[in-house]
């Protein structure tokens, strides 16, 4: 799950709410885009429009809070990303609530590995365009 580790206040940036697509789940912590106007996981190399800050499935609106690009997330790698350095980016992992030690055409910024790197460990950083 993406935490927000660093962002501006809620007073400056508050929840929006969408609907989330038909039948899909959203956990909290998920990276989300707008797809028809609707609520929807982010792809790998796609930066994310939102985070949730709820979650369900076929409900009538999630919160969510938007990414900008000062925000600073924790996280956790999915993959062993021991060899990759801080300040990498790396693509978004399939469930939406971590990252990869991929690097091609990646949109996670790594300021801080909270560990070795192994996957499960903890990381920060930035979603990048």
């Known amino acids: 799950m993406f935490k927000i580790a660093k962002m501006r ?3 400056e940036r508050p929840y ?3 609907a989330p697509t038909a039948s899909e789940e959203i956990s909290l ?4 885009v707008l797809s028809n106007g609707k609520l929807t996981k982010c792809d790998a190399t796609t930066t994310p429009e939102f985070i949730a800050m709820s979650s369900g499935k076929d409900v009538d609106k999630i919160a969510v809070v938007r990414v900008m690009e000062d925000d600073e997330f924790e996280t956790t790698f999915a993959a062993d990303a021991t060899n990759i350095a801080e300040g990498t980016k790396v693509t978004i992992h399939t469930d939406g609530l971590q990252v990869t030690a991929t690097t091609t055409n990646g949109v996670f910024a790594i300021t801080k590995k909270l560990g070795s790197g192994a996957a499960g460990t903890k990381v920060l950083g930035m979603f990048r365009r």
Not at 29 to 32: D, K, Q, R, S
């Open 16 to 18: 929006e709410y969408y």
């Open 9 to 11: 206040s809620l007073a």
């Open 29 to 32: 912590g998920e990276a989300l």
